[in-house]
């Protein structure tokens, strides 16, 4: 994939659509490209991150360790960010990642990605706000089960 093509398809994820394409061709160069086939682990969860992953094309399967076994919790799919909160955070990744069918991916780098944020305030603002949507939205799901289950 070339680097306009990188940029193209950086410009749909949400986390980056307000920011300027001189930053996106930034982002698209430090990053690295890497296919995972069907099956394939991105990350287990309880491992450091040390990347955040850009899906560029197909899908991945977000499982999370439970007394019964690993368990499928979630789907993301292409034009996605994932494995942020981990490298902004300092804590050990939250879930594991497997390619629910074949995928290409950027993987950006710990270091690479904070001199990102450190560079491009409007970039950290972007991140703010993405992770408020889904604190908010995970913060709704658990009253809705608490609920359901009162």
């Known amino acids: 994939m070339a680097l306009e093509t990188e940029v193209e398809a950086?410009?749909?994820?949400?986390?980056?659509?307000?920011?300027?394409?001189?930053?996106?061709?930034?982002?698209?160069?430090i990053s690295d490209r890497t296919e995972y086939r069907e099956g394939e682990r991105l990350c287990s969860q309880g491992e450091e991150g040390d990347s955040a992953f850009i899906i560029l094309s197909g899908s991945a399967?977000?499982?999370?360790?439970?007394d019964e076994g690993e368990k499928k919790v979630a789907e993301v799919a292409e034009n996605s960010i994932?494995?942020?909160?981990?490298?902004?955070?300092?804590?050990?990744?939250?879930?594991t990642l497997v390619a629910?069918?074949?995928?290409?991916?950027?993987?950006?780098s710990k270091d690479d990605f904070l001199k990102l944020l450190k560079e491009f305030p409007d970039i950290s603002l972007e991140v703010m706000r993405t992770l408020a949507t889904r604190l908010e939205r995970?913060?709704?799901?658990?009253?809705?089960?608490r609920q359901s289950v009162s």
């Open 10 to 29: 950086l410009r749909k994820v949400s986390l980056f659509r307000g920011i300027d394409e001189t930053k996106l061709r930034l982002l698209a160069f």
């Open 61 to 66: 399967n977000v499982m999370v360790h439970t």
């Open 82 to 95: 994932v494995g942020e909160i981990s490298i902004l955070c300092d804590v050990p990744r939250t879930a």
């Open 100 to 108: 629910a069918n074949d995928m290409d991916v950027l993987t950006v």
């Open 138 to 145: 995970t913060t709704r799901d658990l009253a809705d089960a």
